[in-house]
């Protein structure tokens, strides 16, 4: 079975441009979450959407913003790009509806110039 | 406060040896604690997990100890091997919302 993929792999973007980020979760999965991962740092909880609603939003700007499509799949979307957006993007995909295992796709690698 | 404390920021063990990260959390809405391994350019890979009505959990050589009053959690690993050198990652869960909140990492290196 296909685990958790994101495109694109690496993205080299400008300061202000805006950036898009793309998730298929694991088939069957229903819960797409999105954080940020800093190097050296742990991951950020950004968004959480479980059946196309936002279910948890964690403190960043709106900048950021994201959405769920009727297949599950899940964009990230980034406007007016600053340097400290430079980052390891991580989609995780969960079952929902109580279970808690979530795993987690490649990432993507954002660097902003 | 939600946070989650990791120790040690890195760890040096023998192969062989015993590896153990700890984790602490002020939060007692935290429902579910996971651990994660990152290999370079990957994203984390679930490990093992406890839910809080669990003292202990062991799946082969990973074991997770949980100690609800003090509001601790480790990961032992077992027999480490040079391929378990990775950077390890507790996390928590916020109850009702699958928020987790990560703790700031460990690096492990086994010697081989």
């Known amino acids: 079975d296909a685990g958790v993929t994101q495109s694109p792999t690496h993205l080299i973007k400008t300061r202000g441009q805006h950036v898009t980020l793309r998730c298929s979760p694991i088939?069957?999965?229903?819960?797409v979450s999105w954080y940020q991962q800093v190097l050296g740092q742990g991951p950020q909880f950004i968004f959480q959407?479980?059946?196309?609603?936002?279910?948890g939003r964690g403190n960043f700007p709106d900048r950021f913003s994201a959405r769920q499509f009727p297949n599950y799949s899940s964009e990230l979307n980034v406007n007016a790009l600053l340097l400290g957006d430079s980052a390891l993007y991580l989609c995780?995909?969960?079952?929902?509806?109580?279970?808690?295992?979530?795993?987690f796709g490649p990432g993507t690698r954002l660097t902003v110039t | 406060q939600q946070q989650v404390k990791q120790s040690p920021q890195s760890l040096i063990v023998q192969k062989g040896g015993i590896s153990i990260i700890n984790c602490a959390y002020e939060n007692t809405a935290f429902d579910y604690f996971p651990w994660y391994q990152q290999f370079p350019g990957k994203g984390p890979a679930l490990l093992i997990a406890?839910?809080?009505?669990?003292s202990e959990k062991k799946e082969g050589r990973f074991t997770i100890s949980f100690n609800k009053s003090a509001k601790q959690f480790s990961l032992h690993i077992m027999d480490s091997q040079p391929g378990d050198s990775a950077t390890y990652f507790c996390a928590a869960k916020d109850s009702g919302t699958y928020k987790y909140i990560f703790g700031t990492g460990t690096r492990l290196k086994v010697l081989a």
């Open positions: 959407y479980y059946e196309k609603e936002e279910r």
């Open positions: 088939s069957g999965h229903k819960s």
């Open positions: 406890i839910r809080p009505d669990v």
């Open positions: 995780a995909s969960s079952l929902g509806a109580g279970s808690y295992e979530q795993y």
